[in-house]
């Protein structure tokens, strides 16, 4: 399965983007700032959006929220980057928000979007799937 990310609205407090599947539209995502727009690229703790890149979902259990999601392997500078619900910026740290709806530095309907994305992942996983999110 193949999951892309096009960054689209950038502020100062967040980027948000139009995730995609196989080319149909998903819904949308909610990060921090995009790295290219802060210090020059550099990395800044819970305050910037991952590098653009392809990136692995698998799915595992977190311990934070106490059940599986959808987890990015091998992010450069991060650890645990995860697909979870969440409406603004103060709700990540670097993971990816889900929503139906996007206004700036907001998403909404991440239940209903998170849910919806969720089913398609694991269904991709139980059927021995490779799922790339490519991240433009």
Not at 27 to 43: H, I, N, P, Q, Y
Not at 94 to 103: I, K
Not at 120 to 127: P, V
Request: charged share 25%; proline share 4%.
């Amino acid at each position: 399965m193949h999951l892309v990310l096009k960054r689209d609205f950038f502020t100062g407090q967040s980027t948000t983007s139009v995730l995609s599947i196989e080319g149909a539209f998903q819904c949308f995502v909610l990060e921090d700032v995009d790295r290219k727009l802060e210090s020059g690229g550099a990395k800044i703790p819970a305050k910037t959006a991952i590098p653009r890149g392809v990136y692995q979902v698998v799915i595992t259990y977190s311990p934070r929220f106490k059940r599986p999601l959808p987890l990015l392997l091998d992010v450069p500078g991060f650890e645990g980057v995860r697909i979870h619900c969440g409406n603004t910026d103060a709700d990540t740290e670097g993971c990816l928000l889900v929503g139906n709806a996007r206004w700036s530095d907001r998403v909404g309907g991440s239940r209903i979007a998170f849910d919806a994305l969720f089913t398609k992942i694991k269904a991709a996983l139980d059927r021995k799937d490779k799922v790339l999110l490519e991240i433009k």
